[in-house]
């Protein structure tokens, strides 16, 4: 014992300097080296493995709770002392303890404990489906259980199955009342639909009112699957079940989470999906579509084979066939048209990789800079403001700074269903009693939970941002040292901020001035402030500006450049910060480069080894006007639907019928695709390799899990053919040889080595020996200084010009369970969990047009109308509706405008003029 003192002493010693001391504590009398804050459980984990401890009420991503006493370790404080039993999992680890983990005493407490378990659970392991990959079973085994000694208990046996979900399943006669499945809904998901009833022997789960899981309020998670020890609640992929030949870990498809999986594989066919607990971004935990909405991938409604247009109707056709017709096509109008009558839209659904080569090939293959993605109908005012603001157009810091942030400010977002991993920490973060400030026109589930919600008028932010910042310049609860040091333009903007009009801008917004000004000083007063912005900011007429605002209430009160605080957008799709990275806008190549300055189109030309367009390119919406004027002639589309998610459908529906030429690559036949003269079946996440940067600037891997369905390739290879067959040598798609080329012309890939990323990737931007960064603008503004800017609330033409005839405005959102346009996520079981788009609408307005809730509502604007379910509810003001565009039969843009933001070319989706009366029809397209 005394030896291992001295050579603990002497490890702290370094070439004649004595070293602070390490704490260690002792684990079967041998010293340890201890970590600050560690629980008995996971210090003796960390040093003798995981398995070293038997417990089953322990769970990575839970709290301890100590309910099972199956960890219960001896303790002492000194050597030979008394001992006292106490279980691990929440015990602390004391320095110079002792701790003894399988004395006699302890393994027949174990033991016991588990035989009393076990007589009140079915003995039926050999049928259980989860045989061989149950907790319980393991630990029985561990412990040395061979046979009961106690008679068989009577309580759980006789409750029924649970299958009344889509989804999730529960067996109540296996559960062991461990809680591990209240604590993740309550811990992780914060929904609280689990509890326990009954004392005693009686003591069981139920779920909300004692119902069952489709009644219940429960958000199909699966987090409570998860967290289970033994089958009492699973789901109907049994996922703990499953011997898979392989399990691969990818990231998720759907939102900018960024999520990790762990995807089961047999036989060559996707079983199940679990989160990783070792996750950085979601630390096992998921929403239902990363979990359970994968049975898309192999859908009957796939393309399997390239189609062509004949005779007006899409075909099948070889590859061959289909790579001739699109280079002949393509070549045709070049020659007689120009390049600038191509372009090209790529998909924020794809990789980094495939949507670099997308730009490459519009840019050095065709020869013009008409090139774009899906960002610009989200997020380009973000890029384009953040940019403005800090030089760089990306969040500053990570979502797991909200463990050191004192405030948050979650502006047009609703982020438990639109980013439902994140939305849930923010919602444990309010449910804490965290300051916590919501801005949003509905009364989302995170402002049920907030400390302020500031319900706007749409349209309004600018106006009520303004508010906030001219009570925090009027209190002087400003960063002084902070605005001096490091940034420039503020003595200009406090001016203009100090002449607004509170009253007129409180009139504005419907927002009372009072609250407003709470919120502006408990923002600014905290000591670490974080924001957080969505669509409710960026698809507006004033969405640059906004953001650029958003941006001054950071420099004004210095909360930037440190963890807790900062900008950070969340990203609508899963690659929406990696297809703008990779320089899918027409502005900006690979790496956010100038593509109109001469000079860096030298650089782009030594790299590609060909000629590089530095003339001016088309956003998306000037492709439409452009293809409606007769001046663009072939689009090509990667993965995205334009017709449905698009505003204003029927200009879409022109811009597309006048193309000569328009090839879609899908997986289904989207409402764009009907109108393609060529469709080329591409290949799901699920089917191909590449990266992902999600909303934290994090590059992570995703890797092929199953290979394509016959007759379809990875969008990389496609670009790659057609490429070839244009005459540009490009070799075939290989991810980890196209991050090493894109490595060497983005200069934040600058260290990405696909091999290094490992399972939880790396932020960008990261240093040539593969450093990265997990907070930006720690010392300097990749701009020099940080730039305060002023803008005054204008009204959206929109309003202007159709305000009084359509005197309602809809604004849109997205509901938990689809994703956009619903392509994936309709062709899974979340359909059954909801079916259609709805109308929200307030009682006083609903009152005043007769409609009662589930009356089919006509909604009219002056581009169309539709017709939708009324849900009356009180989460929109009276003038307000809003709905989602999920599905297809009601396509929701047929009304949208084609209003835009003033910088960005970013839709005007929130705010849209219309009016409504009640209609006698079912819901359908007029």
């Excluded at 009644?215 to 079940?241: L, N």
């Excluded at 909405?293 to 007006?312: C, E, M, Q, T, V």
């Excluded at 449905?644 to 328009?662: C, F, G, R, Y």
């Excluded at 359909?831 to 009662?852: C, G, K, N, W, Y």
Aim: charged share 25%; with cysteine; proline share 4%.
């Amino acid at each position: 014992m005394e030896k291992l003192r001295k050579d603990t002493d002497m490890s702290h010693q370094l070439n004649g300097k004595r070293e602070p001391k390490s704490k260690t504590a002792y684990i079967n009398d041998r010293a340890y080296v201890l970590q600050e804050g560690e629980t008995i459980l996971s210090f003796v984990s960390r040093h003798l493995g995981k398995s070293s401890v038997p417990t089953l009420c322990d769970a990575p991503n839970l709290e301890p709770f100590g309910s099972c006493r199956v960890c219960s370790v001896e303790l002492a404080l000194q050597p030979q002392g008394n001992t006292k039993t106490v279980a691990s999992c929440h015990t602390p680890a004391l320095a110079d303890s002792y701790i003894y983990t399988d004395t006699e005493k302890i393994s027949r407490l174990r033991k016991n404990i588990i035989e009393l378990v076990l007589t009140d659970h079915p003995l039926d392991c050999l049928t259980c489906e989860v045989n061989n990959n149950c907790e319980l079973q393991t630990v029985a085994a561990q412990v040395g259980i061979r046979t009961v000694r106690y008679p068989e208990g009577k309580n759980h046996l006789d409750r029924e199955k649970d299958l009344s979900h889509p989804y999730m399943t529960s067996d109540f006669s296996k559960c062991i009342n461990c809680f591990r499945c209240v604590r993740a809904c309550d811990e992780v998901q914060g929904e609280f639909v689990l509890s326990m009833a009954g004392r005693g022997f009686d003591s069981h789960i139920i779920k909300s009112n004692n119902t069952n899981f489709m009644e219940s309020d429960c958000v199909s998670c699966g987090a409570c699957a998860q967290a289970c020890p033994t089958s009492a609640i699973s789901d109907v992929f049994e996922s703990k079940s499953v011997v898979a030949d392989k399990k691969i870990r990818t990231v998720c498809t759907y939102c900018g989470v960024g999520c990790n999986l762990e995807v089961a594989v047999k036989d060559g066919k996707i079983k199940s999906i679990q989160a990783p607990y070792d996750a950085d971004v979601n630390q096992g935990h998921t929403c239902l579509k990363g979990r359970f909405a994968f049975s898309f991938y192999n859908h009957p409604d796939r393309i399997k084979k390239p189609l062509i247009r004949k005779n007006g109707v899409l075909e099948p056709a070889s590859w061959e066939e289909a790579y001739d017709y699109i280079a002949e096509k393509l070549t045709a109008i070049k020659q007689q048209f120009g390049p600038d009558a191509i372009a090209g839209i790529s998909s924020a659904r794809c990789s980094n990789e495939e949507n670099y080569l997308m730009q490459k090939f519009i840019r050095a293959v065709i020869g013009t800079n008409n090139i774009d993605c899906c960002a610009r109908v989200c997020h380009s005012p973000t890029a384009l403001g953040m940019q403005k603001a800090f030089g760089t157009g990306a969040a500053t810091n990570s979502i797991d700074d909200l463990k050191y942030a004192d405030c948050i400010l979650v502006i047009g977002a609703n982020p438990t269903d639109a980013h439902p991993v994140t939305g849930a920490k923010m919602k444990q973060f309010a449910m804490k009693g965290r300051t916590t400030i919501v801005i949003d026109p509905r009364k989302t589930e995170l402002a049920r939970f907030a400390t302020f919600h500031l319900q706007l008028k749409p349209g309004t932010n600018v106006a009520l941002l303004n508010m906030m910042l001219y009570y925090i310049i009027q209190e002087n609860v400003i960063a002084k040292d902070f605005i001096e040091s490091r940034t420039e333009g503020f003595e200009e903007f406090k001016e203009q901020i100090l002449r607004l009009d509170i009253d007129q801008l409180e009139s504005i917004t419907g927002v009372d001035k009072h609250l407003v000004k709470q919120a502006a000083l408990a923002y600014a007063k905290s000591p670490n402030a974080m924001s957080f912005h969505g669509l409710g900011v960026t698809e507006h007429t004033q969405g640059t500006y906004t953001v650029m605002l958003i941006a001054d209430l950071a420099l004004i009160t210095g909360n930037i450049g440190r963890k807790g605080v900062g900008v950070n957008p969340l990203r609508g799709q899963n690659n929406v910060q990696g297809a703008a990275d990779m320089g899918c806008q027409p502005h900006q190549g690979a790496g956010y480069l100038n593509a109109y300055d001469p000079e860096i189109n030298k650089q782009y030309e030594a790299f590609y080894k060909t000629k590089i367009p530095f003339s001016k390119g088309l956003k998306i919406p000037e492709m439409f006007e452009a293809s409606i004027a007769g001046n663009l002639k072939a689009l090509w589309l990667m993965g995205e639907d334009v017709v449905q998610t698009d505003p204003n459908t029927h200009k879409v529906i022109a811009a597309m019928e006048n193309l000569d030429l328009l090839v879609v690559q899908e997986l289904f036949l989207t409402e764009t695709a009907k109108y393609a003269h060529v469709v080329l079946p591409g290949a799901s996440f699920l089917e191909k390799s590449g990266t992902f940067t999600n909303g934290e600037r994090r590059i992570q891997r995703v890797q092929k899990v199953v290979e394509p369905l016959e007759g379809t390739k990875s969008d990389g290879q496609i670009i790659v053919d057609i490429m070839n067959r244009m005459g540009y040598a490009q070799p075939d798609y290989d991810a980890e040889t196209l991050l090493e080329e894109i490595s060497q012309i983005v200069p934040f890939f600058r260290g990405v080595k696909w091999q290094e990323l490992g399972d939880n990737g790396k932020q960008w931007p990261v240093q040539v020996d593969g450093t990265d960064t997990k907070i930006l603008h720690a010392q300097a503004f990749n701009r020099g200084k940080g730039k305060f800017h002023f803008f005054d609330f204008q009204e959206s033409q929109e309003l202007v010009k159709h305000g009084q005839e359509y005197p309602y405005i809809i604004t849109t959102n997205r509901e938990l369970e689809h994703y956009n346009a619903g392509t994936m996520t309709r062709r899974t079981k979340n359909v059954e969990l909801l079916t259609e788009d709805s109308l929200m609408i307030h009682p006083e307005d609903a009152q005043r047009h007769f409609i009662q809730d589930g009356d089919m509502v006509c909604v009219e604007s002056p581009r169309g109308k539709v017709d939708l379910k009324a849900k009356v509810s009180d989460e929109v003001k009276p003038g307000v509706l809003s709905s989602t565009f999920h599905f297809p039969e009601v396509m929701l843009n047929k009304i949208t405008s084609d209003e835009h933001d003033t910088e960005a070319k970013c839709p005007e989706y929130k705010v849209v003029a219309v009016n409504i009366r009640k209609s006698k029809g079912k819901q359908k397209v007029r």
